[in-house]
């Protein structure tokens, strides 16, 4: 099976060729994925070319690479939501759940890694939190009649939704956390509730 390629933008990462001529190794998915974070901290690629990066970056993540360089290309897949929303690709809800579902793969995949903060299971509580631009009662007053809301009143509950259920996956390790997420906690429990 053959890996995926970027496009043939000569600004974009990847399409390079090894100094001897022959396509990169696959060792190198390593120093490809740096080139992808740092490309699009340094770029305004468009929309399109960043959700094929970040596709193939979750894509990777989720391959049999060595555990370091998966993570590596979770990070690759992370940066890339958020410069969507930095550049107005997608709305915040929408980030914060593509680079939540990233984190919770993360976390469920390797548990206990040792890699930094970042990773840990209340720092992706505290993603959702943060992410959520409105308080519990609010939401949970209007899921009770969601049928009557308007469009985009529904939209806002339904990417809500979709921002916990990121959660999903890691859900037994949020209910052994303890204090550090029992506010998400309160919020899964309002989930069957939104549209």
């Known amino acids: 099976m053959s890996e995926p390629e970027y496009n043939s933008s000569s600004k974009s990462p990847g399409n390079r060729d090894h100094p001897s001529g022959e396509a ?15 490309f699009v901290v340094a770029e305004n ?6 959700e094929r990066l970040r596709e193939m970056s979750v894509g990777r993540m989720q391959s049999s690479l060595p555990q370091e360089e998966r993570i590596l290309w979770g990070e690759a897949a992370i940066m890339c939501a958020r410069k ?46 943060d992410s959520i631009p409105y308080p519990l009662e609010d939401i949970r007053e209007k899921a009770s009649r969601w049928c009557e809301l308007n469009r985009e009143e529904m939209l ?11 959660l999903k996956n890691v859900e037994d390790i949020v209910q052994q956390e303890g204090r550090r997420c029992e506010e998400v906690k309160e919020w899964l429990n309002v989930v069957p509730n939104l549209p």
Do not use: H
């Open 24 to 38: 990169r190794p696959r060792e190198a998915s390593a120093q490809r994925a740096r080139s992808i974070i740092a």
């Open 45 to 50: 690629p468009p929309g399109a070319e960043l």
């Open 84 to 129: 969507k929303r930095e550049m107005g690709f997608i709305d915040p809800l929408s980030s914060a759940t593509e680079e939540a579902r990233v984190r919770s793969y993360v976390i469920r995949e390797f548990k206990e890694i040792k890699i930094g903060e970042s990773w840990g299971i209340s720092q992706l509580c505290r993603l959702v939190l």
């Open 156 to 166: 806002t509950l339904r990417r809500i939704k979709n921002l916990l259920n990121t």
